[in-house]
């Protein structure tokens, strides 16, 4: 009975360290447990709070996807934030060039696999010239 006394003691002290200990009542006796007793405020606040969460993350999804499908294809004219914003996205590579007439930029998008690589061209910021 001791043993068992001890071996009890040392597994609640090792279960206090690692979580939270529960102790319900099922069918008359007392048990103790890892996760909220059934039908408790702590079970209803976990799951509301896991619900919360879950809801959070579909309208956080449908707002991602309603933002991507508002891109458009990059167009002469755009600003360097608006091609950004399109749906190339930001490049893999930007090759700068700093003269007396203003900043030229050349946007690198590298090909996958045996595809061509993407380049947009800007002028002081302003989208001048695309090749695909």
């Known amino acids: 009975m001791k043993k068992l006394c001890c071996i009890?003691?040392?597994?609640v002290s090792l279960g206090?360290?690692?979580g939270e200990i529960y102790t319900c009542t099922v069918n008359g006796k007392?048990?103790?447990?890892g996760?909220?007793?059934v039908g408790s405020k702590e079970l209803r606040d976990k799951v509301y709070t896991a619900k919360a969460k879950e809801k959070a993350r579909e309208q956080a999804y449908k707002q991602q996807q309603a933002e991507?499908?508002?891109r458009v294809e990059p167009r002469v004219g755009m600003s360097s934030q608006q091609a950004e914003n399109s749906t190339w996205g930001y490049?893999?590579?930007v090759n700068k060039t700093v003269n007396a007439y203003g900043?030229?930029?050349?946007w690198v998008y590298r090909g996958l696999g045996y595809s061509k690589g993407?380049?947009?061209?800007f002028k002081n910021g302003i989208l001048t010239s695309i090749q695909e």
């Open 91 to 93: 490049p893999s590579d």
């Open 35 to 37: 996760k909220p007793c």
């Open 103 to 106: 900043v030229n930029e050349q």
């Open 68 to 70: 991507w499908a508002a």
């Open 8 to 11: 009890f003691t040392i597994l």
């Open 118 to 121: 993407r380049y947009l061209y």
């Open 16 to 18: 206090v360290s690692a």
């Open 30 to 33: 007392t048990v103790y447990q």
